[in-house]
């Protein structure tokens, strides 16, 4: 899409650059040419940003996700090293009684 955006800025330029050029014969054709293509290279634009924006939230979304289950898996291994450092200290306890 980037490519199609900047081929059509470059020929919406182009248009309005032949449009101001003094003698052309069809300047009142040129220029509305020159608007409506400058229009519709904006509204890629706009598209290409909304896809952006849409893609980049997708992307904030999946992280978070991600982000919750390694936090819960964290939390798992957290108490599992806890539990088997208290049942390491009771068994040391019990063998030095």
């Given at each position: 899409?980037?490519?199609?955006?900047?081929?059509?800025?470059?020929?919406?330029?182009?248009?309005?650059?032949?449009?101001?050029?003094?003698?052309?014969?069809?300047?009142?054709?040129?220029?509305?040419?020159?608007?409506?293509?400058?229009?519709?290279?904006?509204?890629?634009?706009?598209?290409?940003?909304?896809?952006?924006?849409?893609?980049?939230?997708?992307?904030?979304?999946?992280?978070t996700?991600?982000?919750?289950?390694?936090?819960?898996?964290?939390?798992?291994?957290?108490?599992?090293?806890?539990?088997?450092?208290q049942?390491s200290?009771?068994?040391?306890?019990?063998?030095?009684?």
């Amino acid at each position: 899409m980037q490519f199609q955006l900047n081929v059509k800025k470059a020929s919406a330029e182009q248009t309005c650059q032949n449009s101001n050029k003094k003698g052309v014969a069809d300047q009142a054709r040129l220029q509305t040419e020159c608007k409506r293509m400058t229009e519709e290279a904006n509204e890629l634009a706009t598209q290409i940003q909304v896809e952006i924006e849409k893609v980049n939230g997708e992307e904030s979304g999946c992280k978070t996700e991600i982000e919750k289950k390694e936090t819960a898996l964290e939390s798992k291994r957290t108490k599992e090293t806890i539990a088997v450092e208290q049942k390491s200290q009771e068994d040391t306890n019990e063998i030095n009684e």
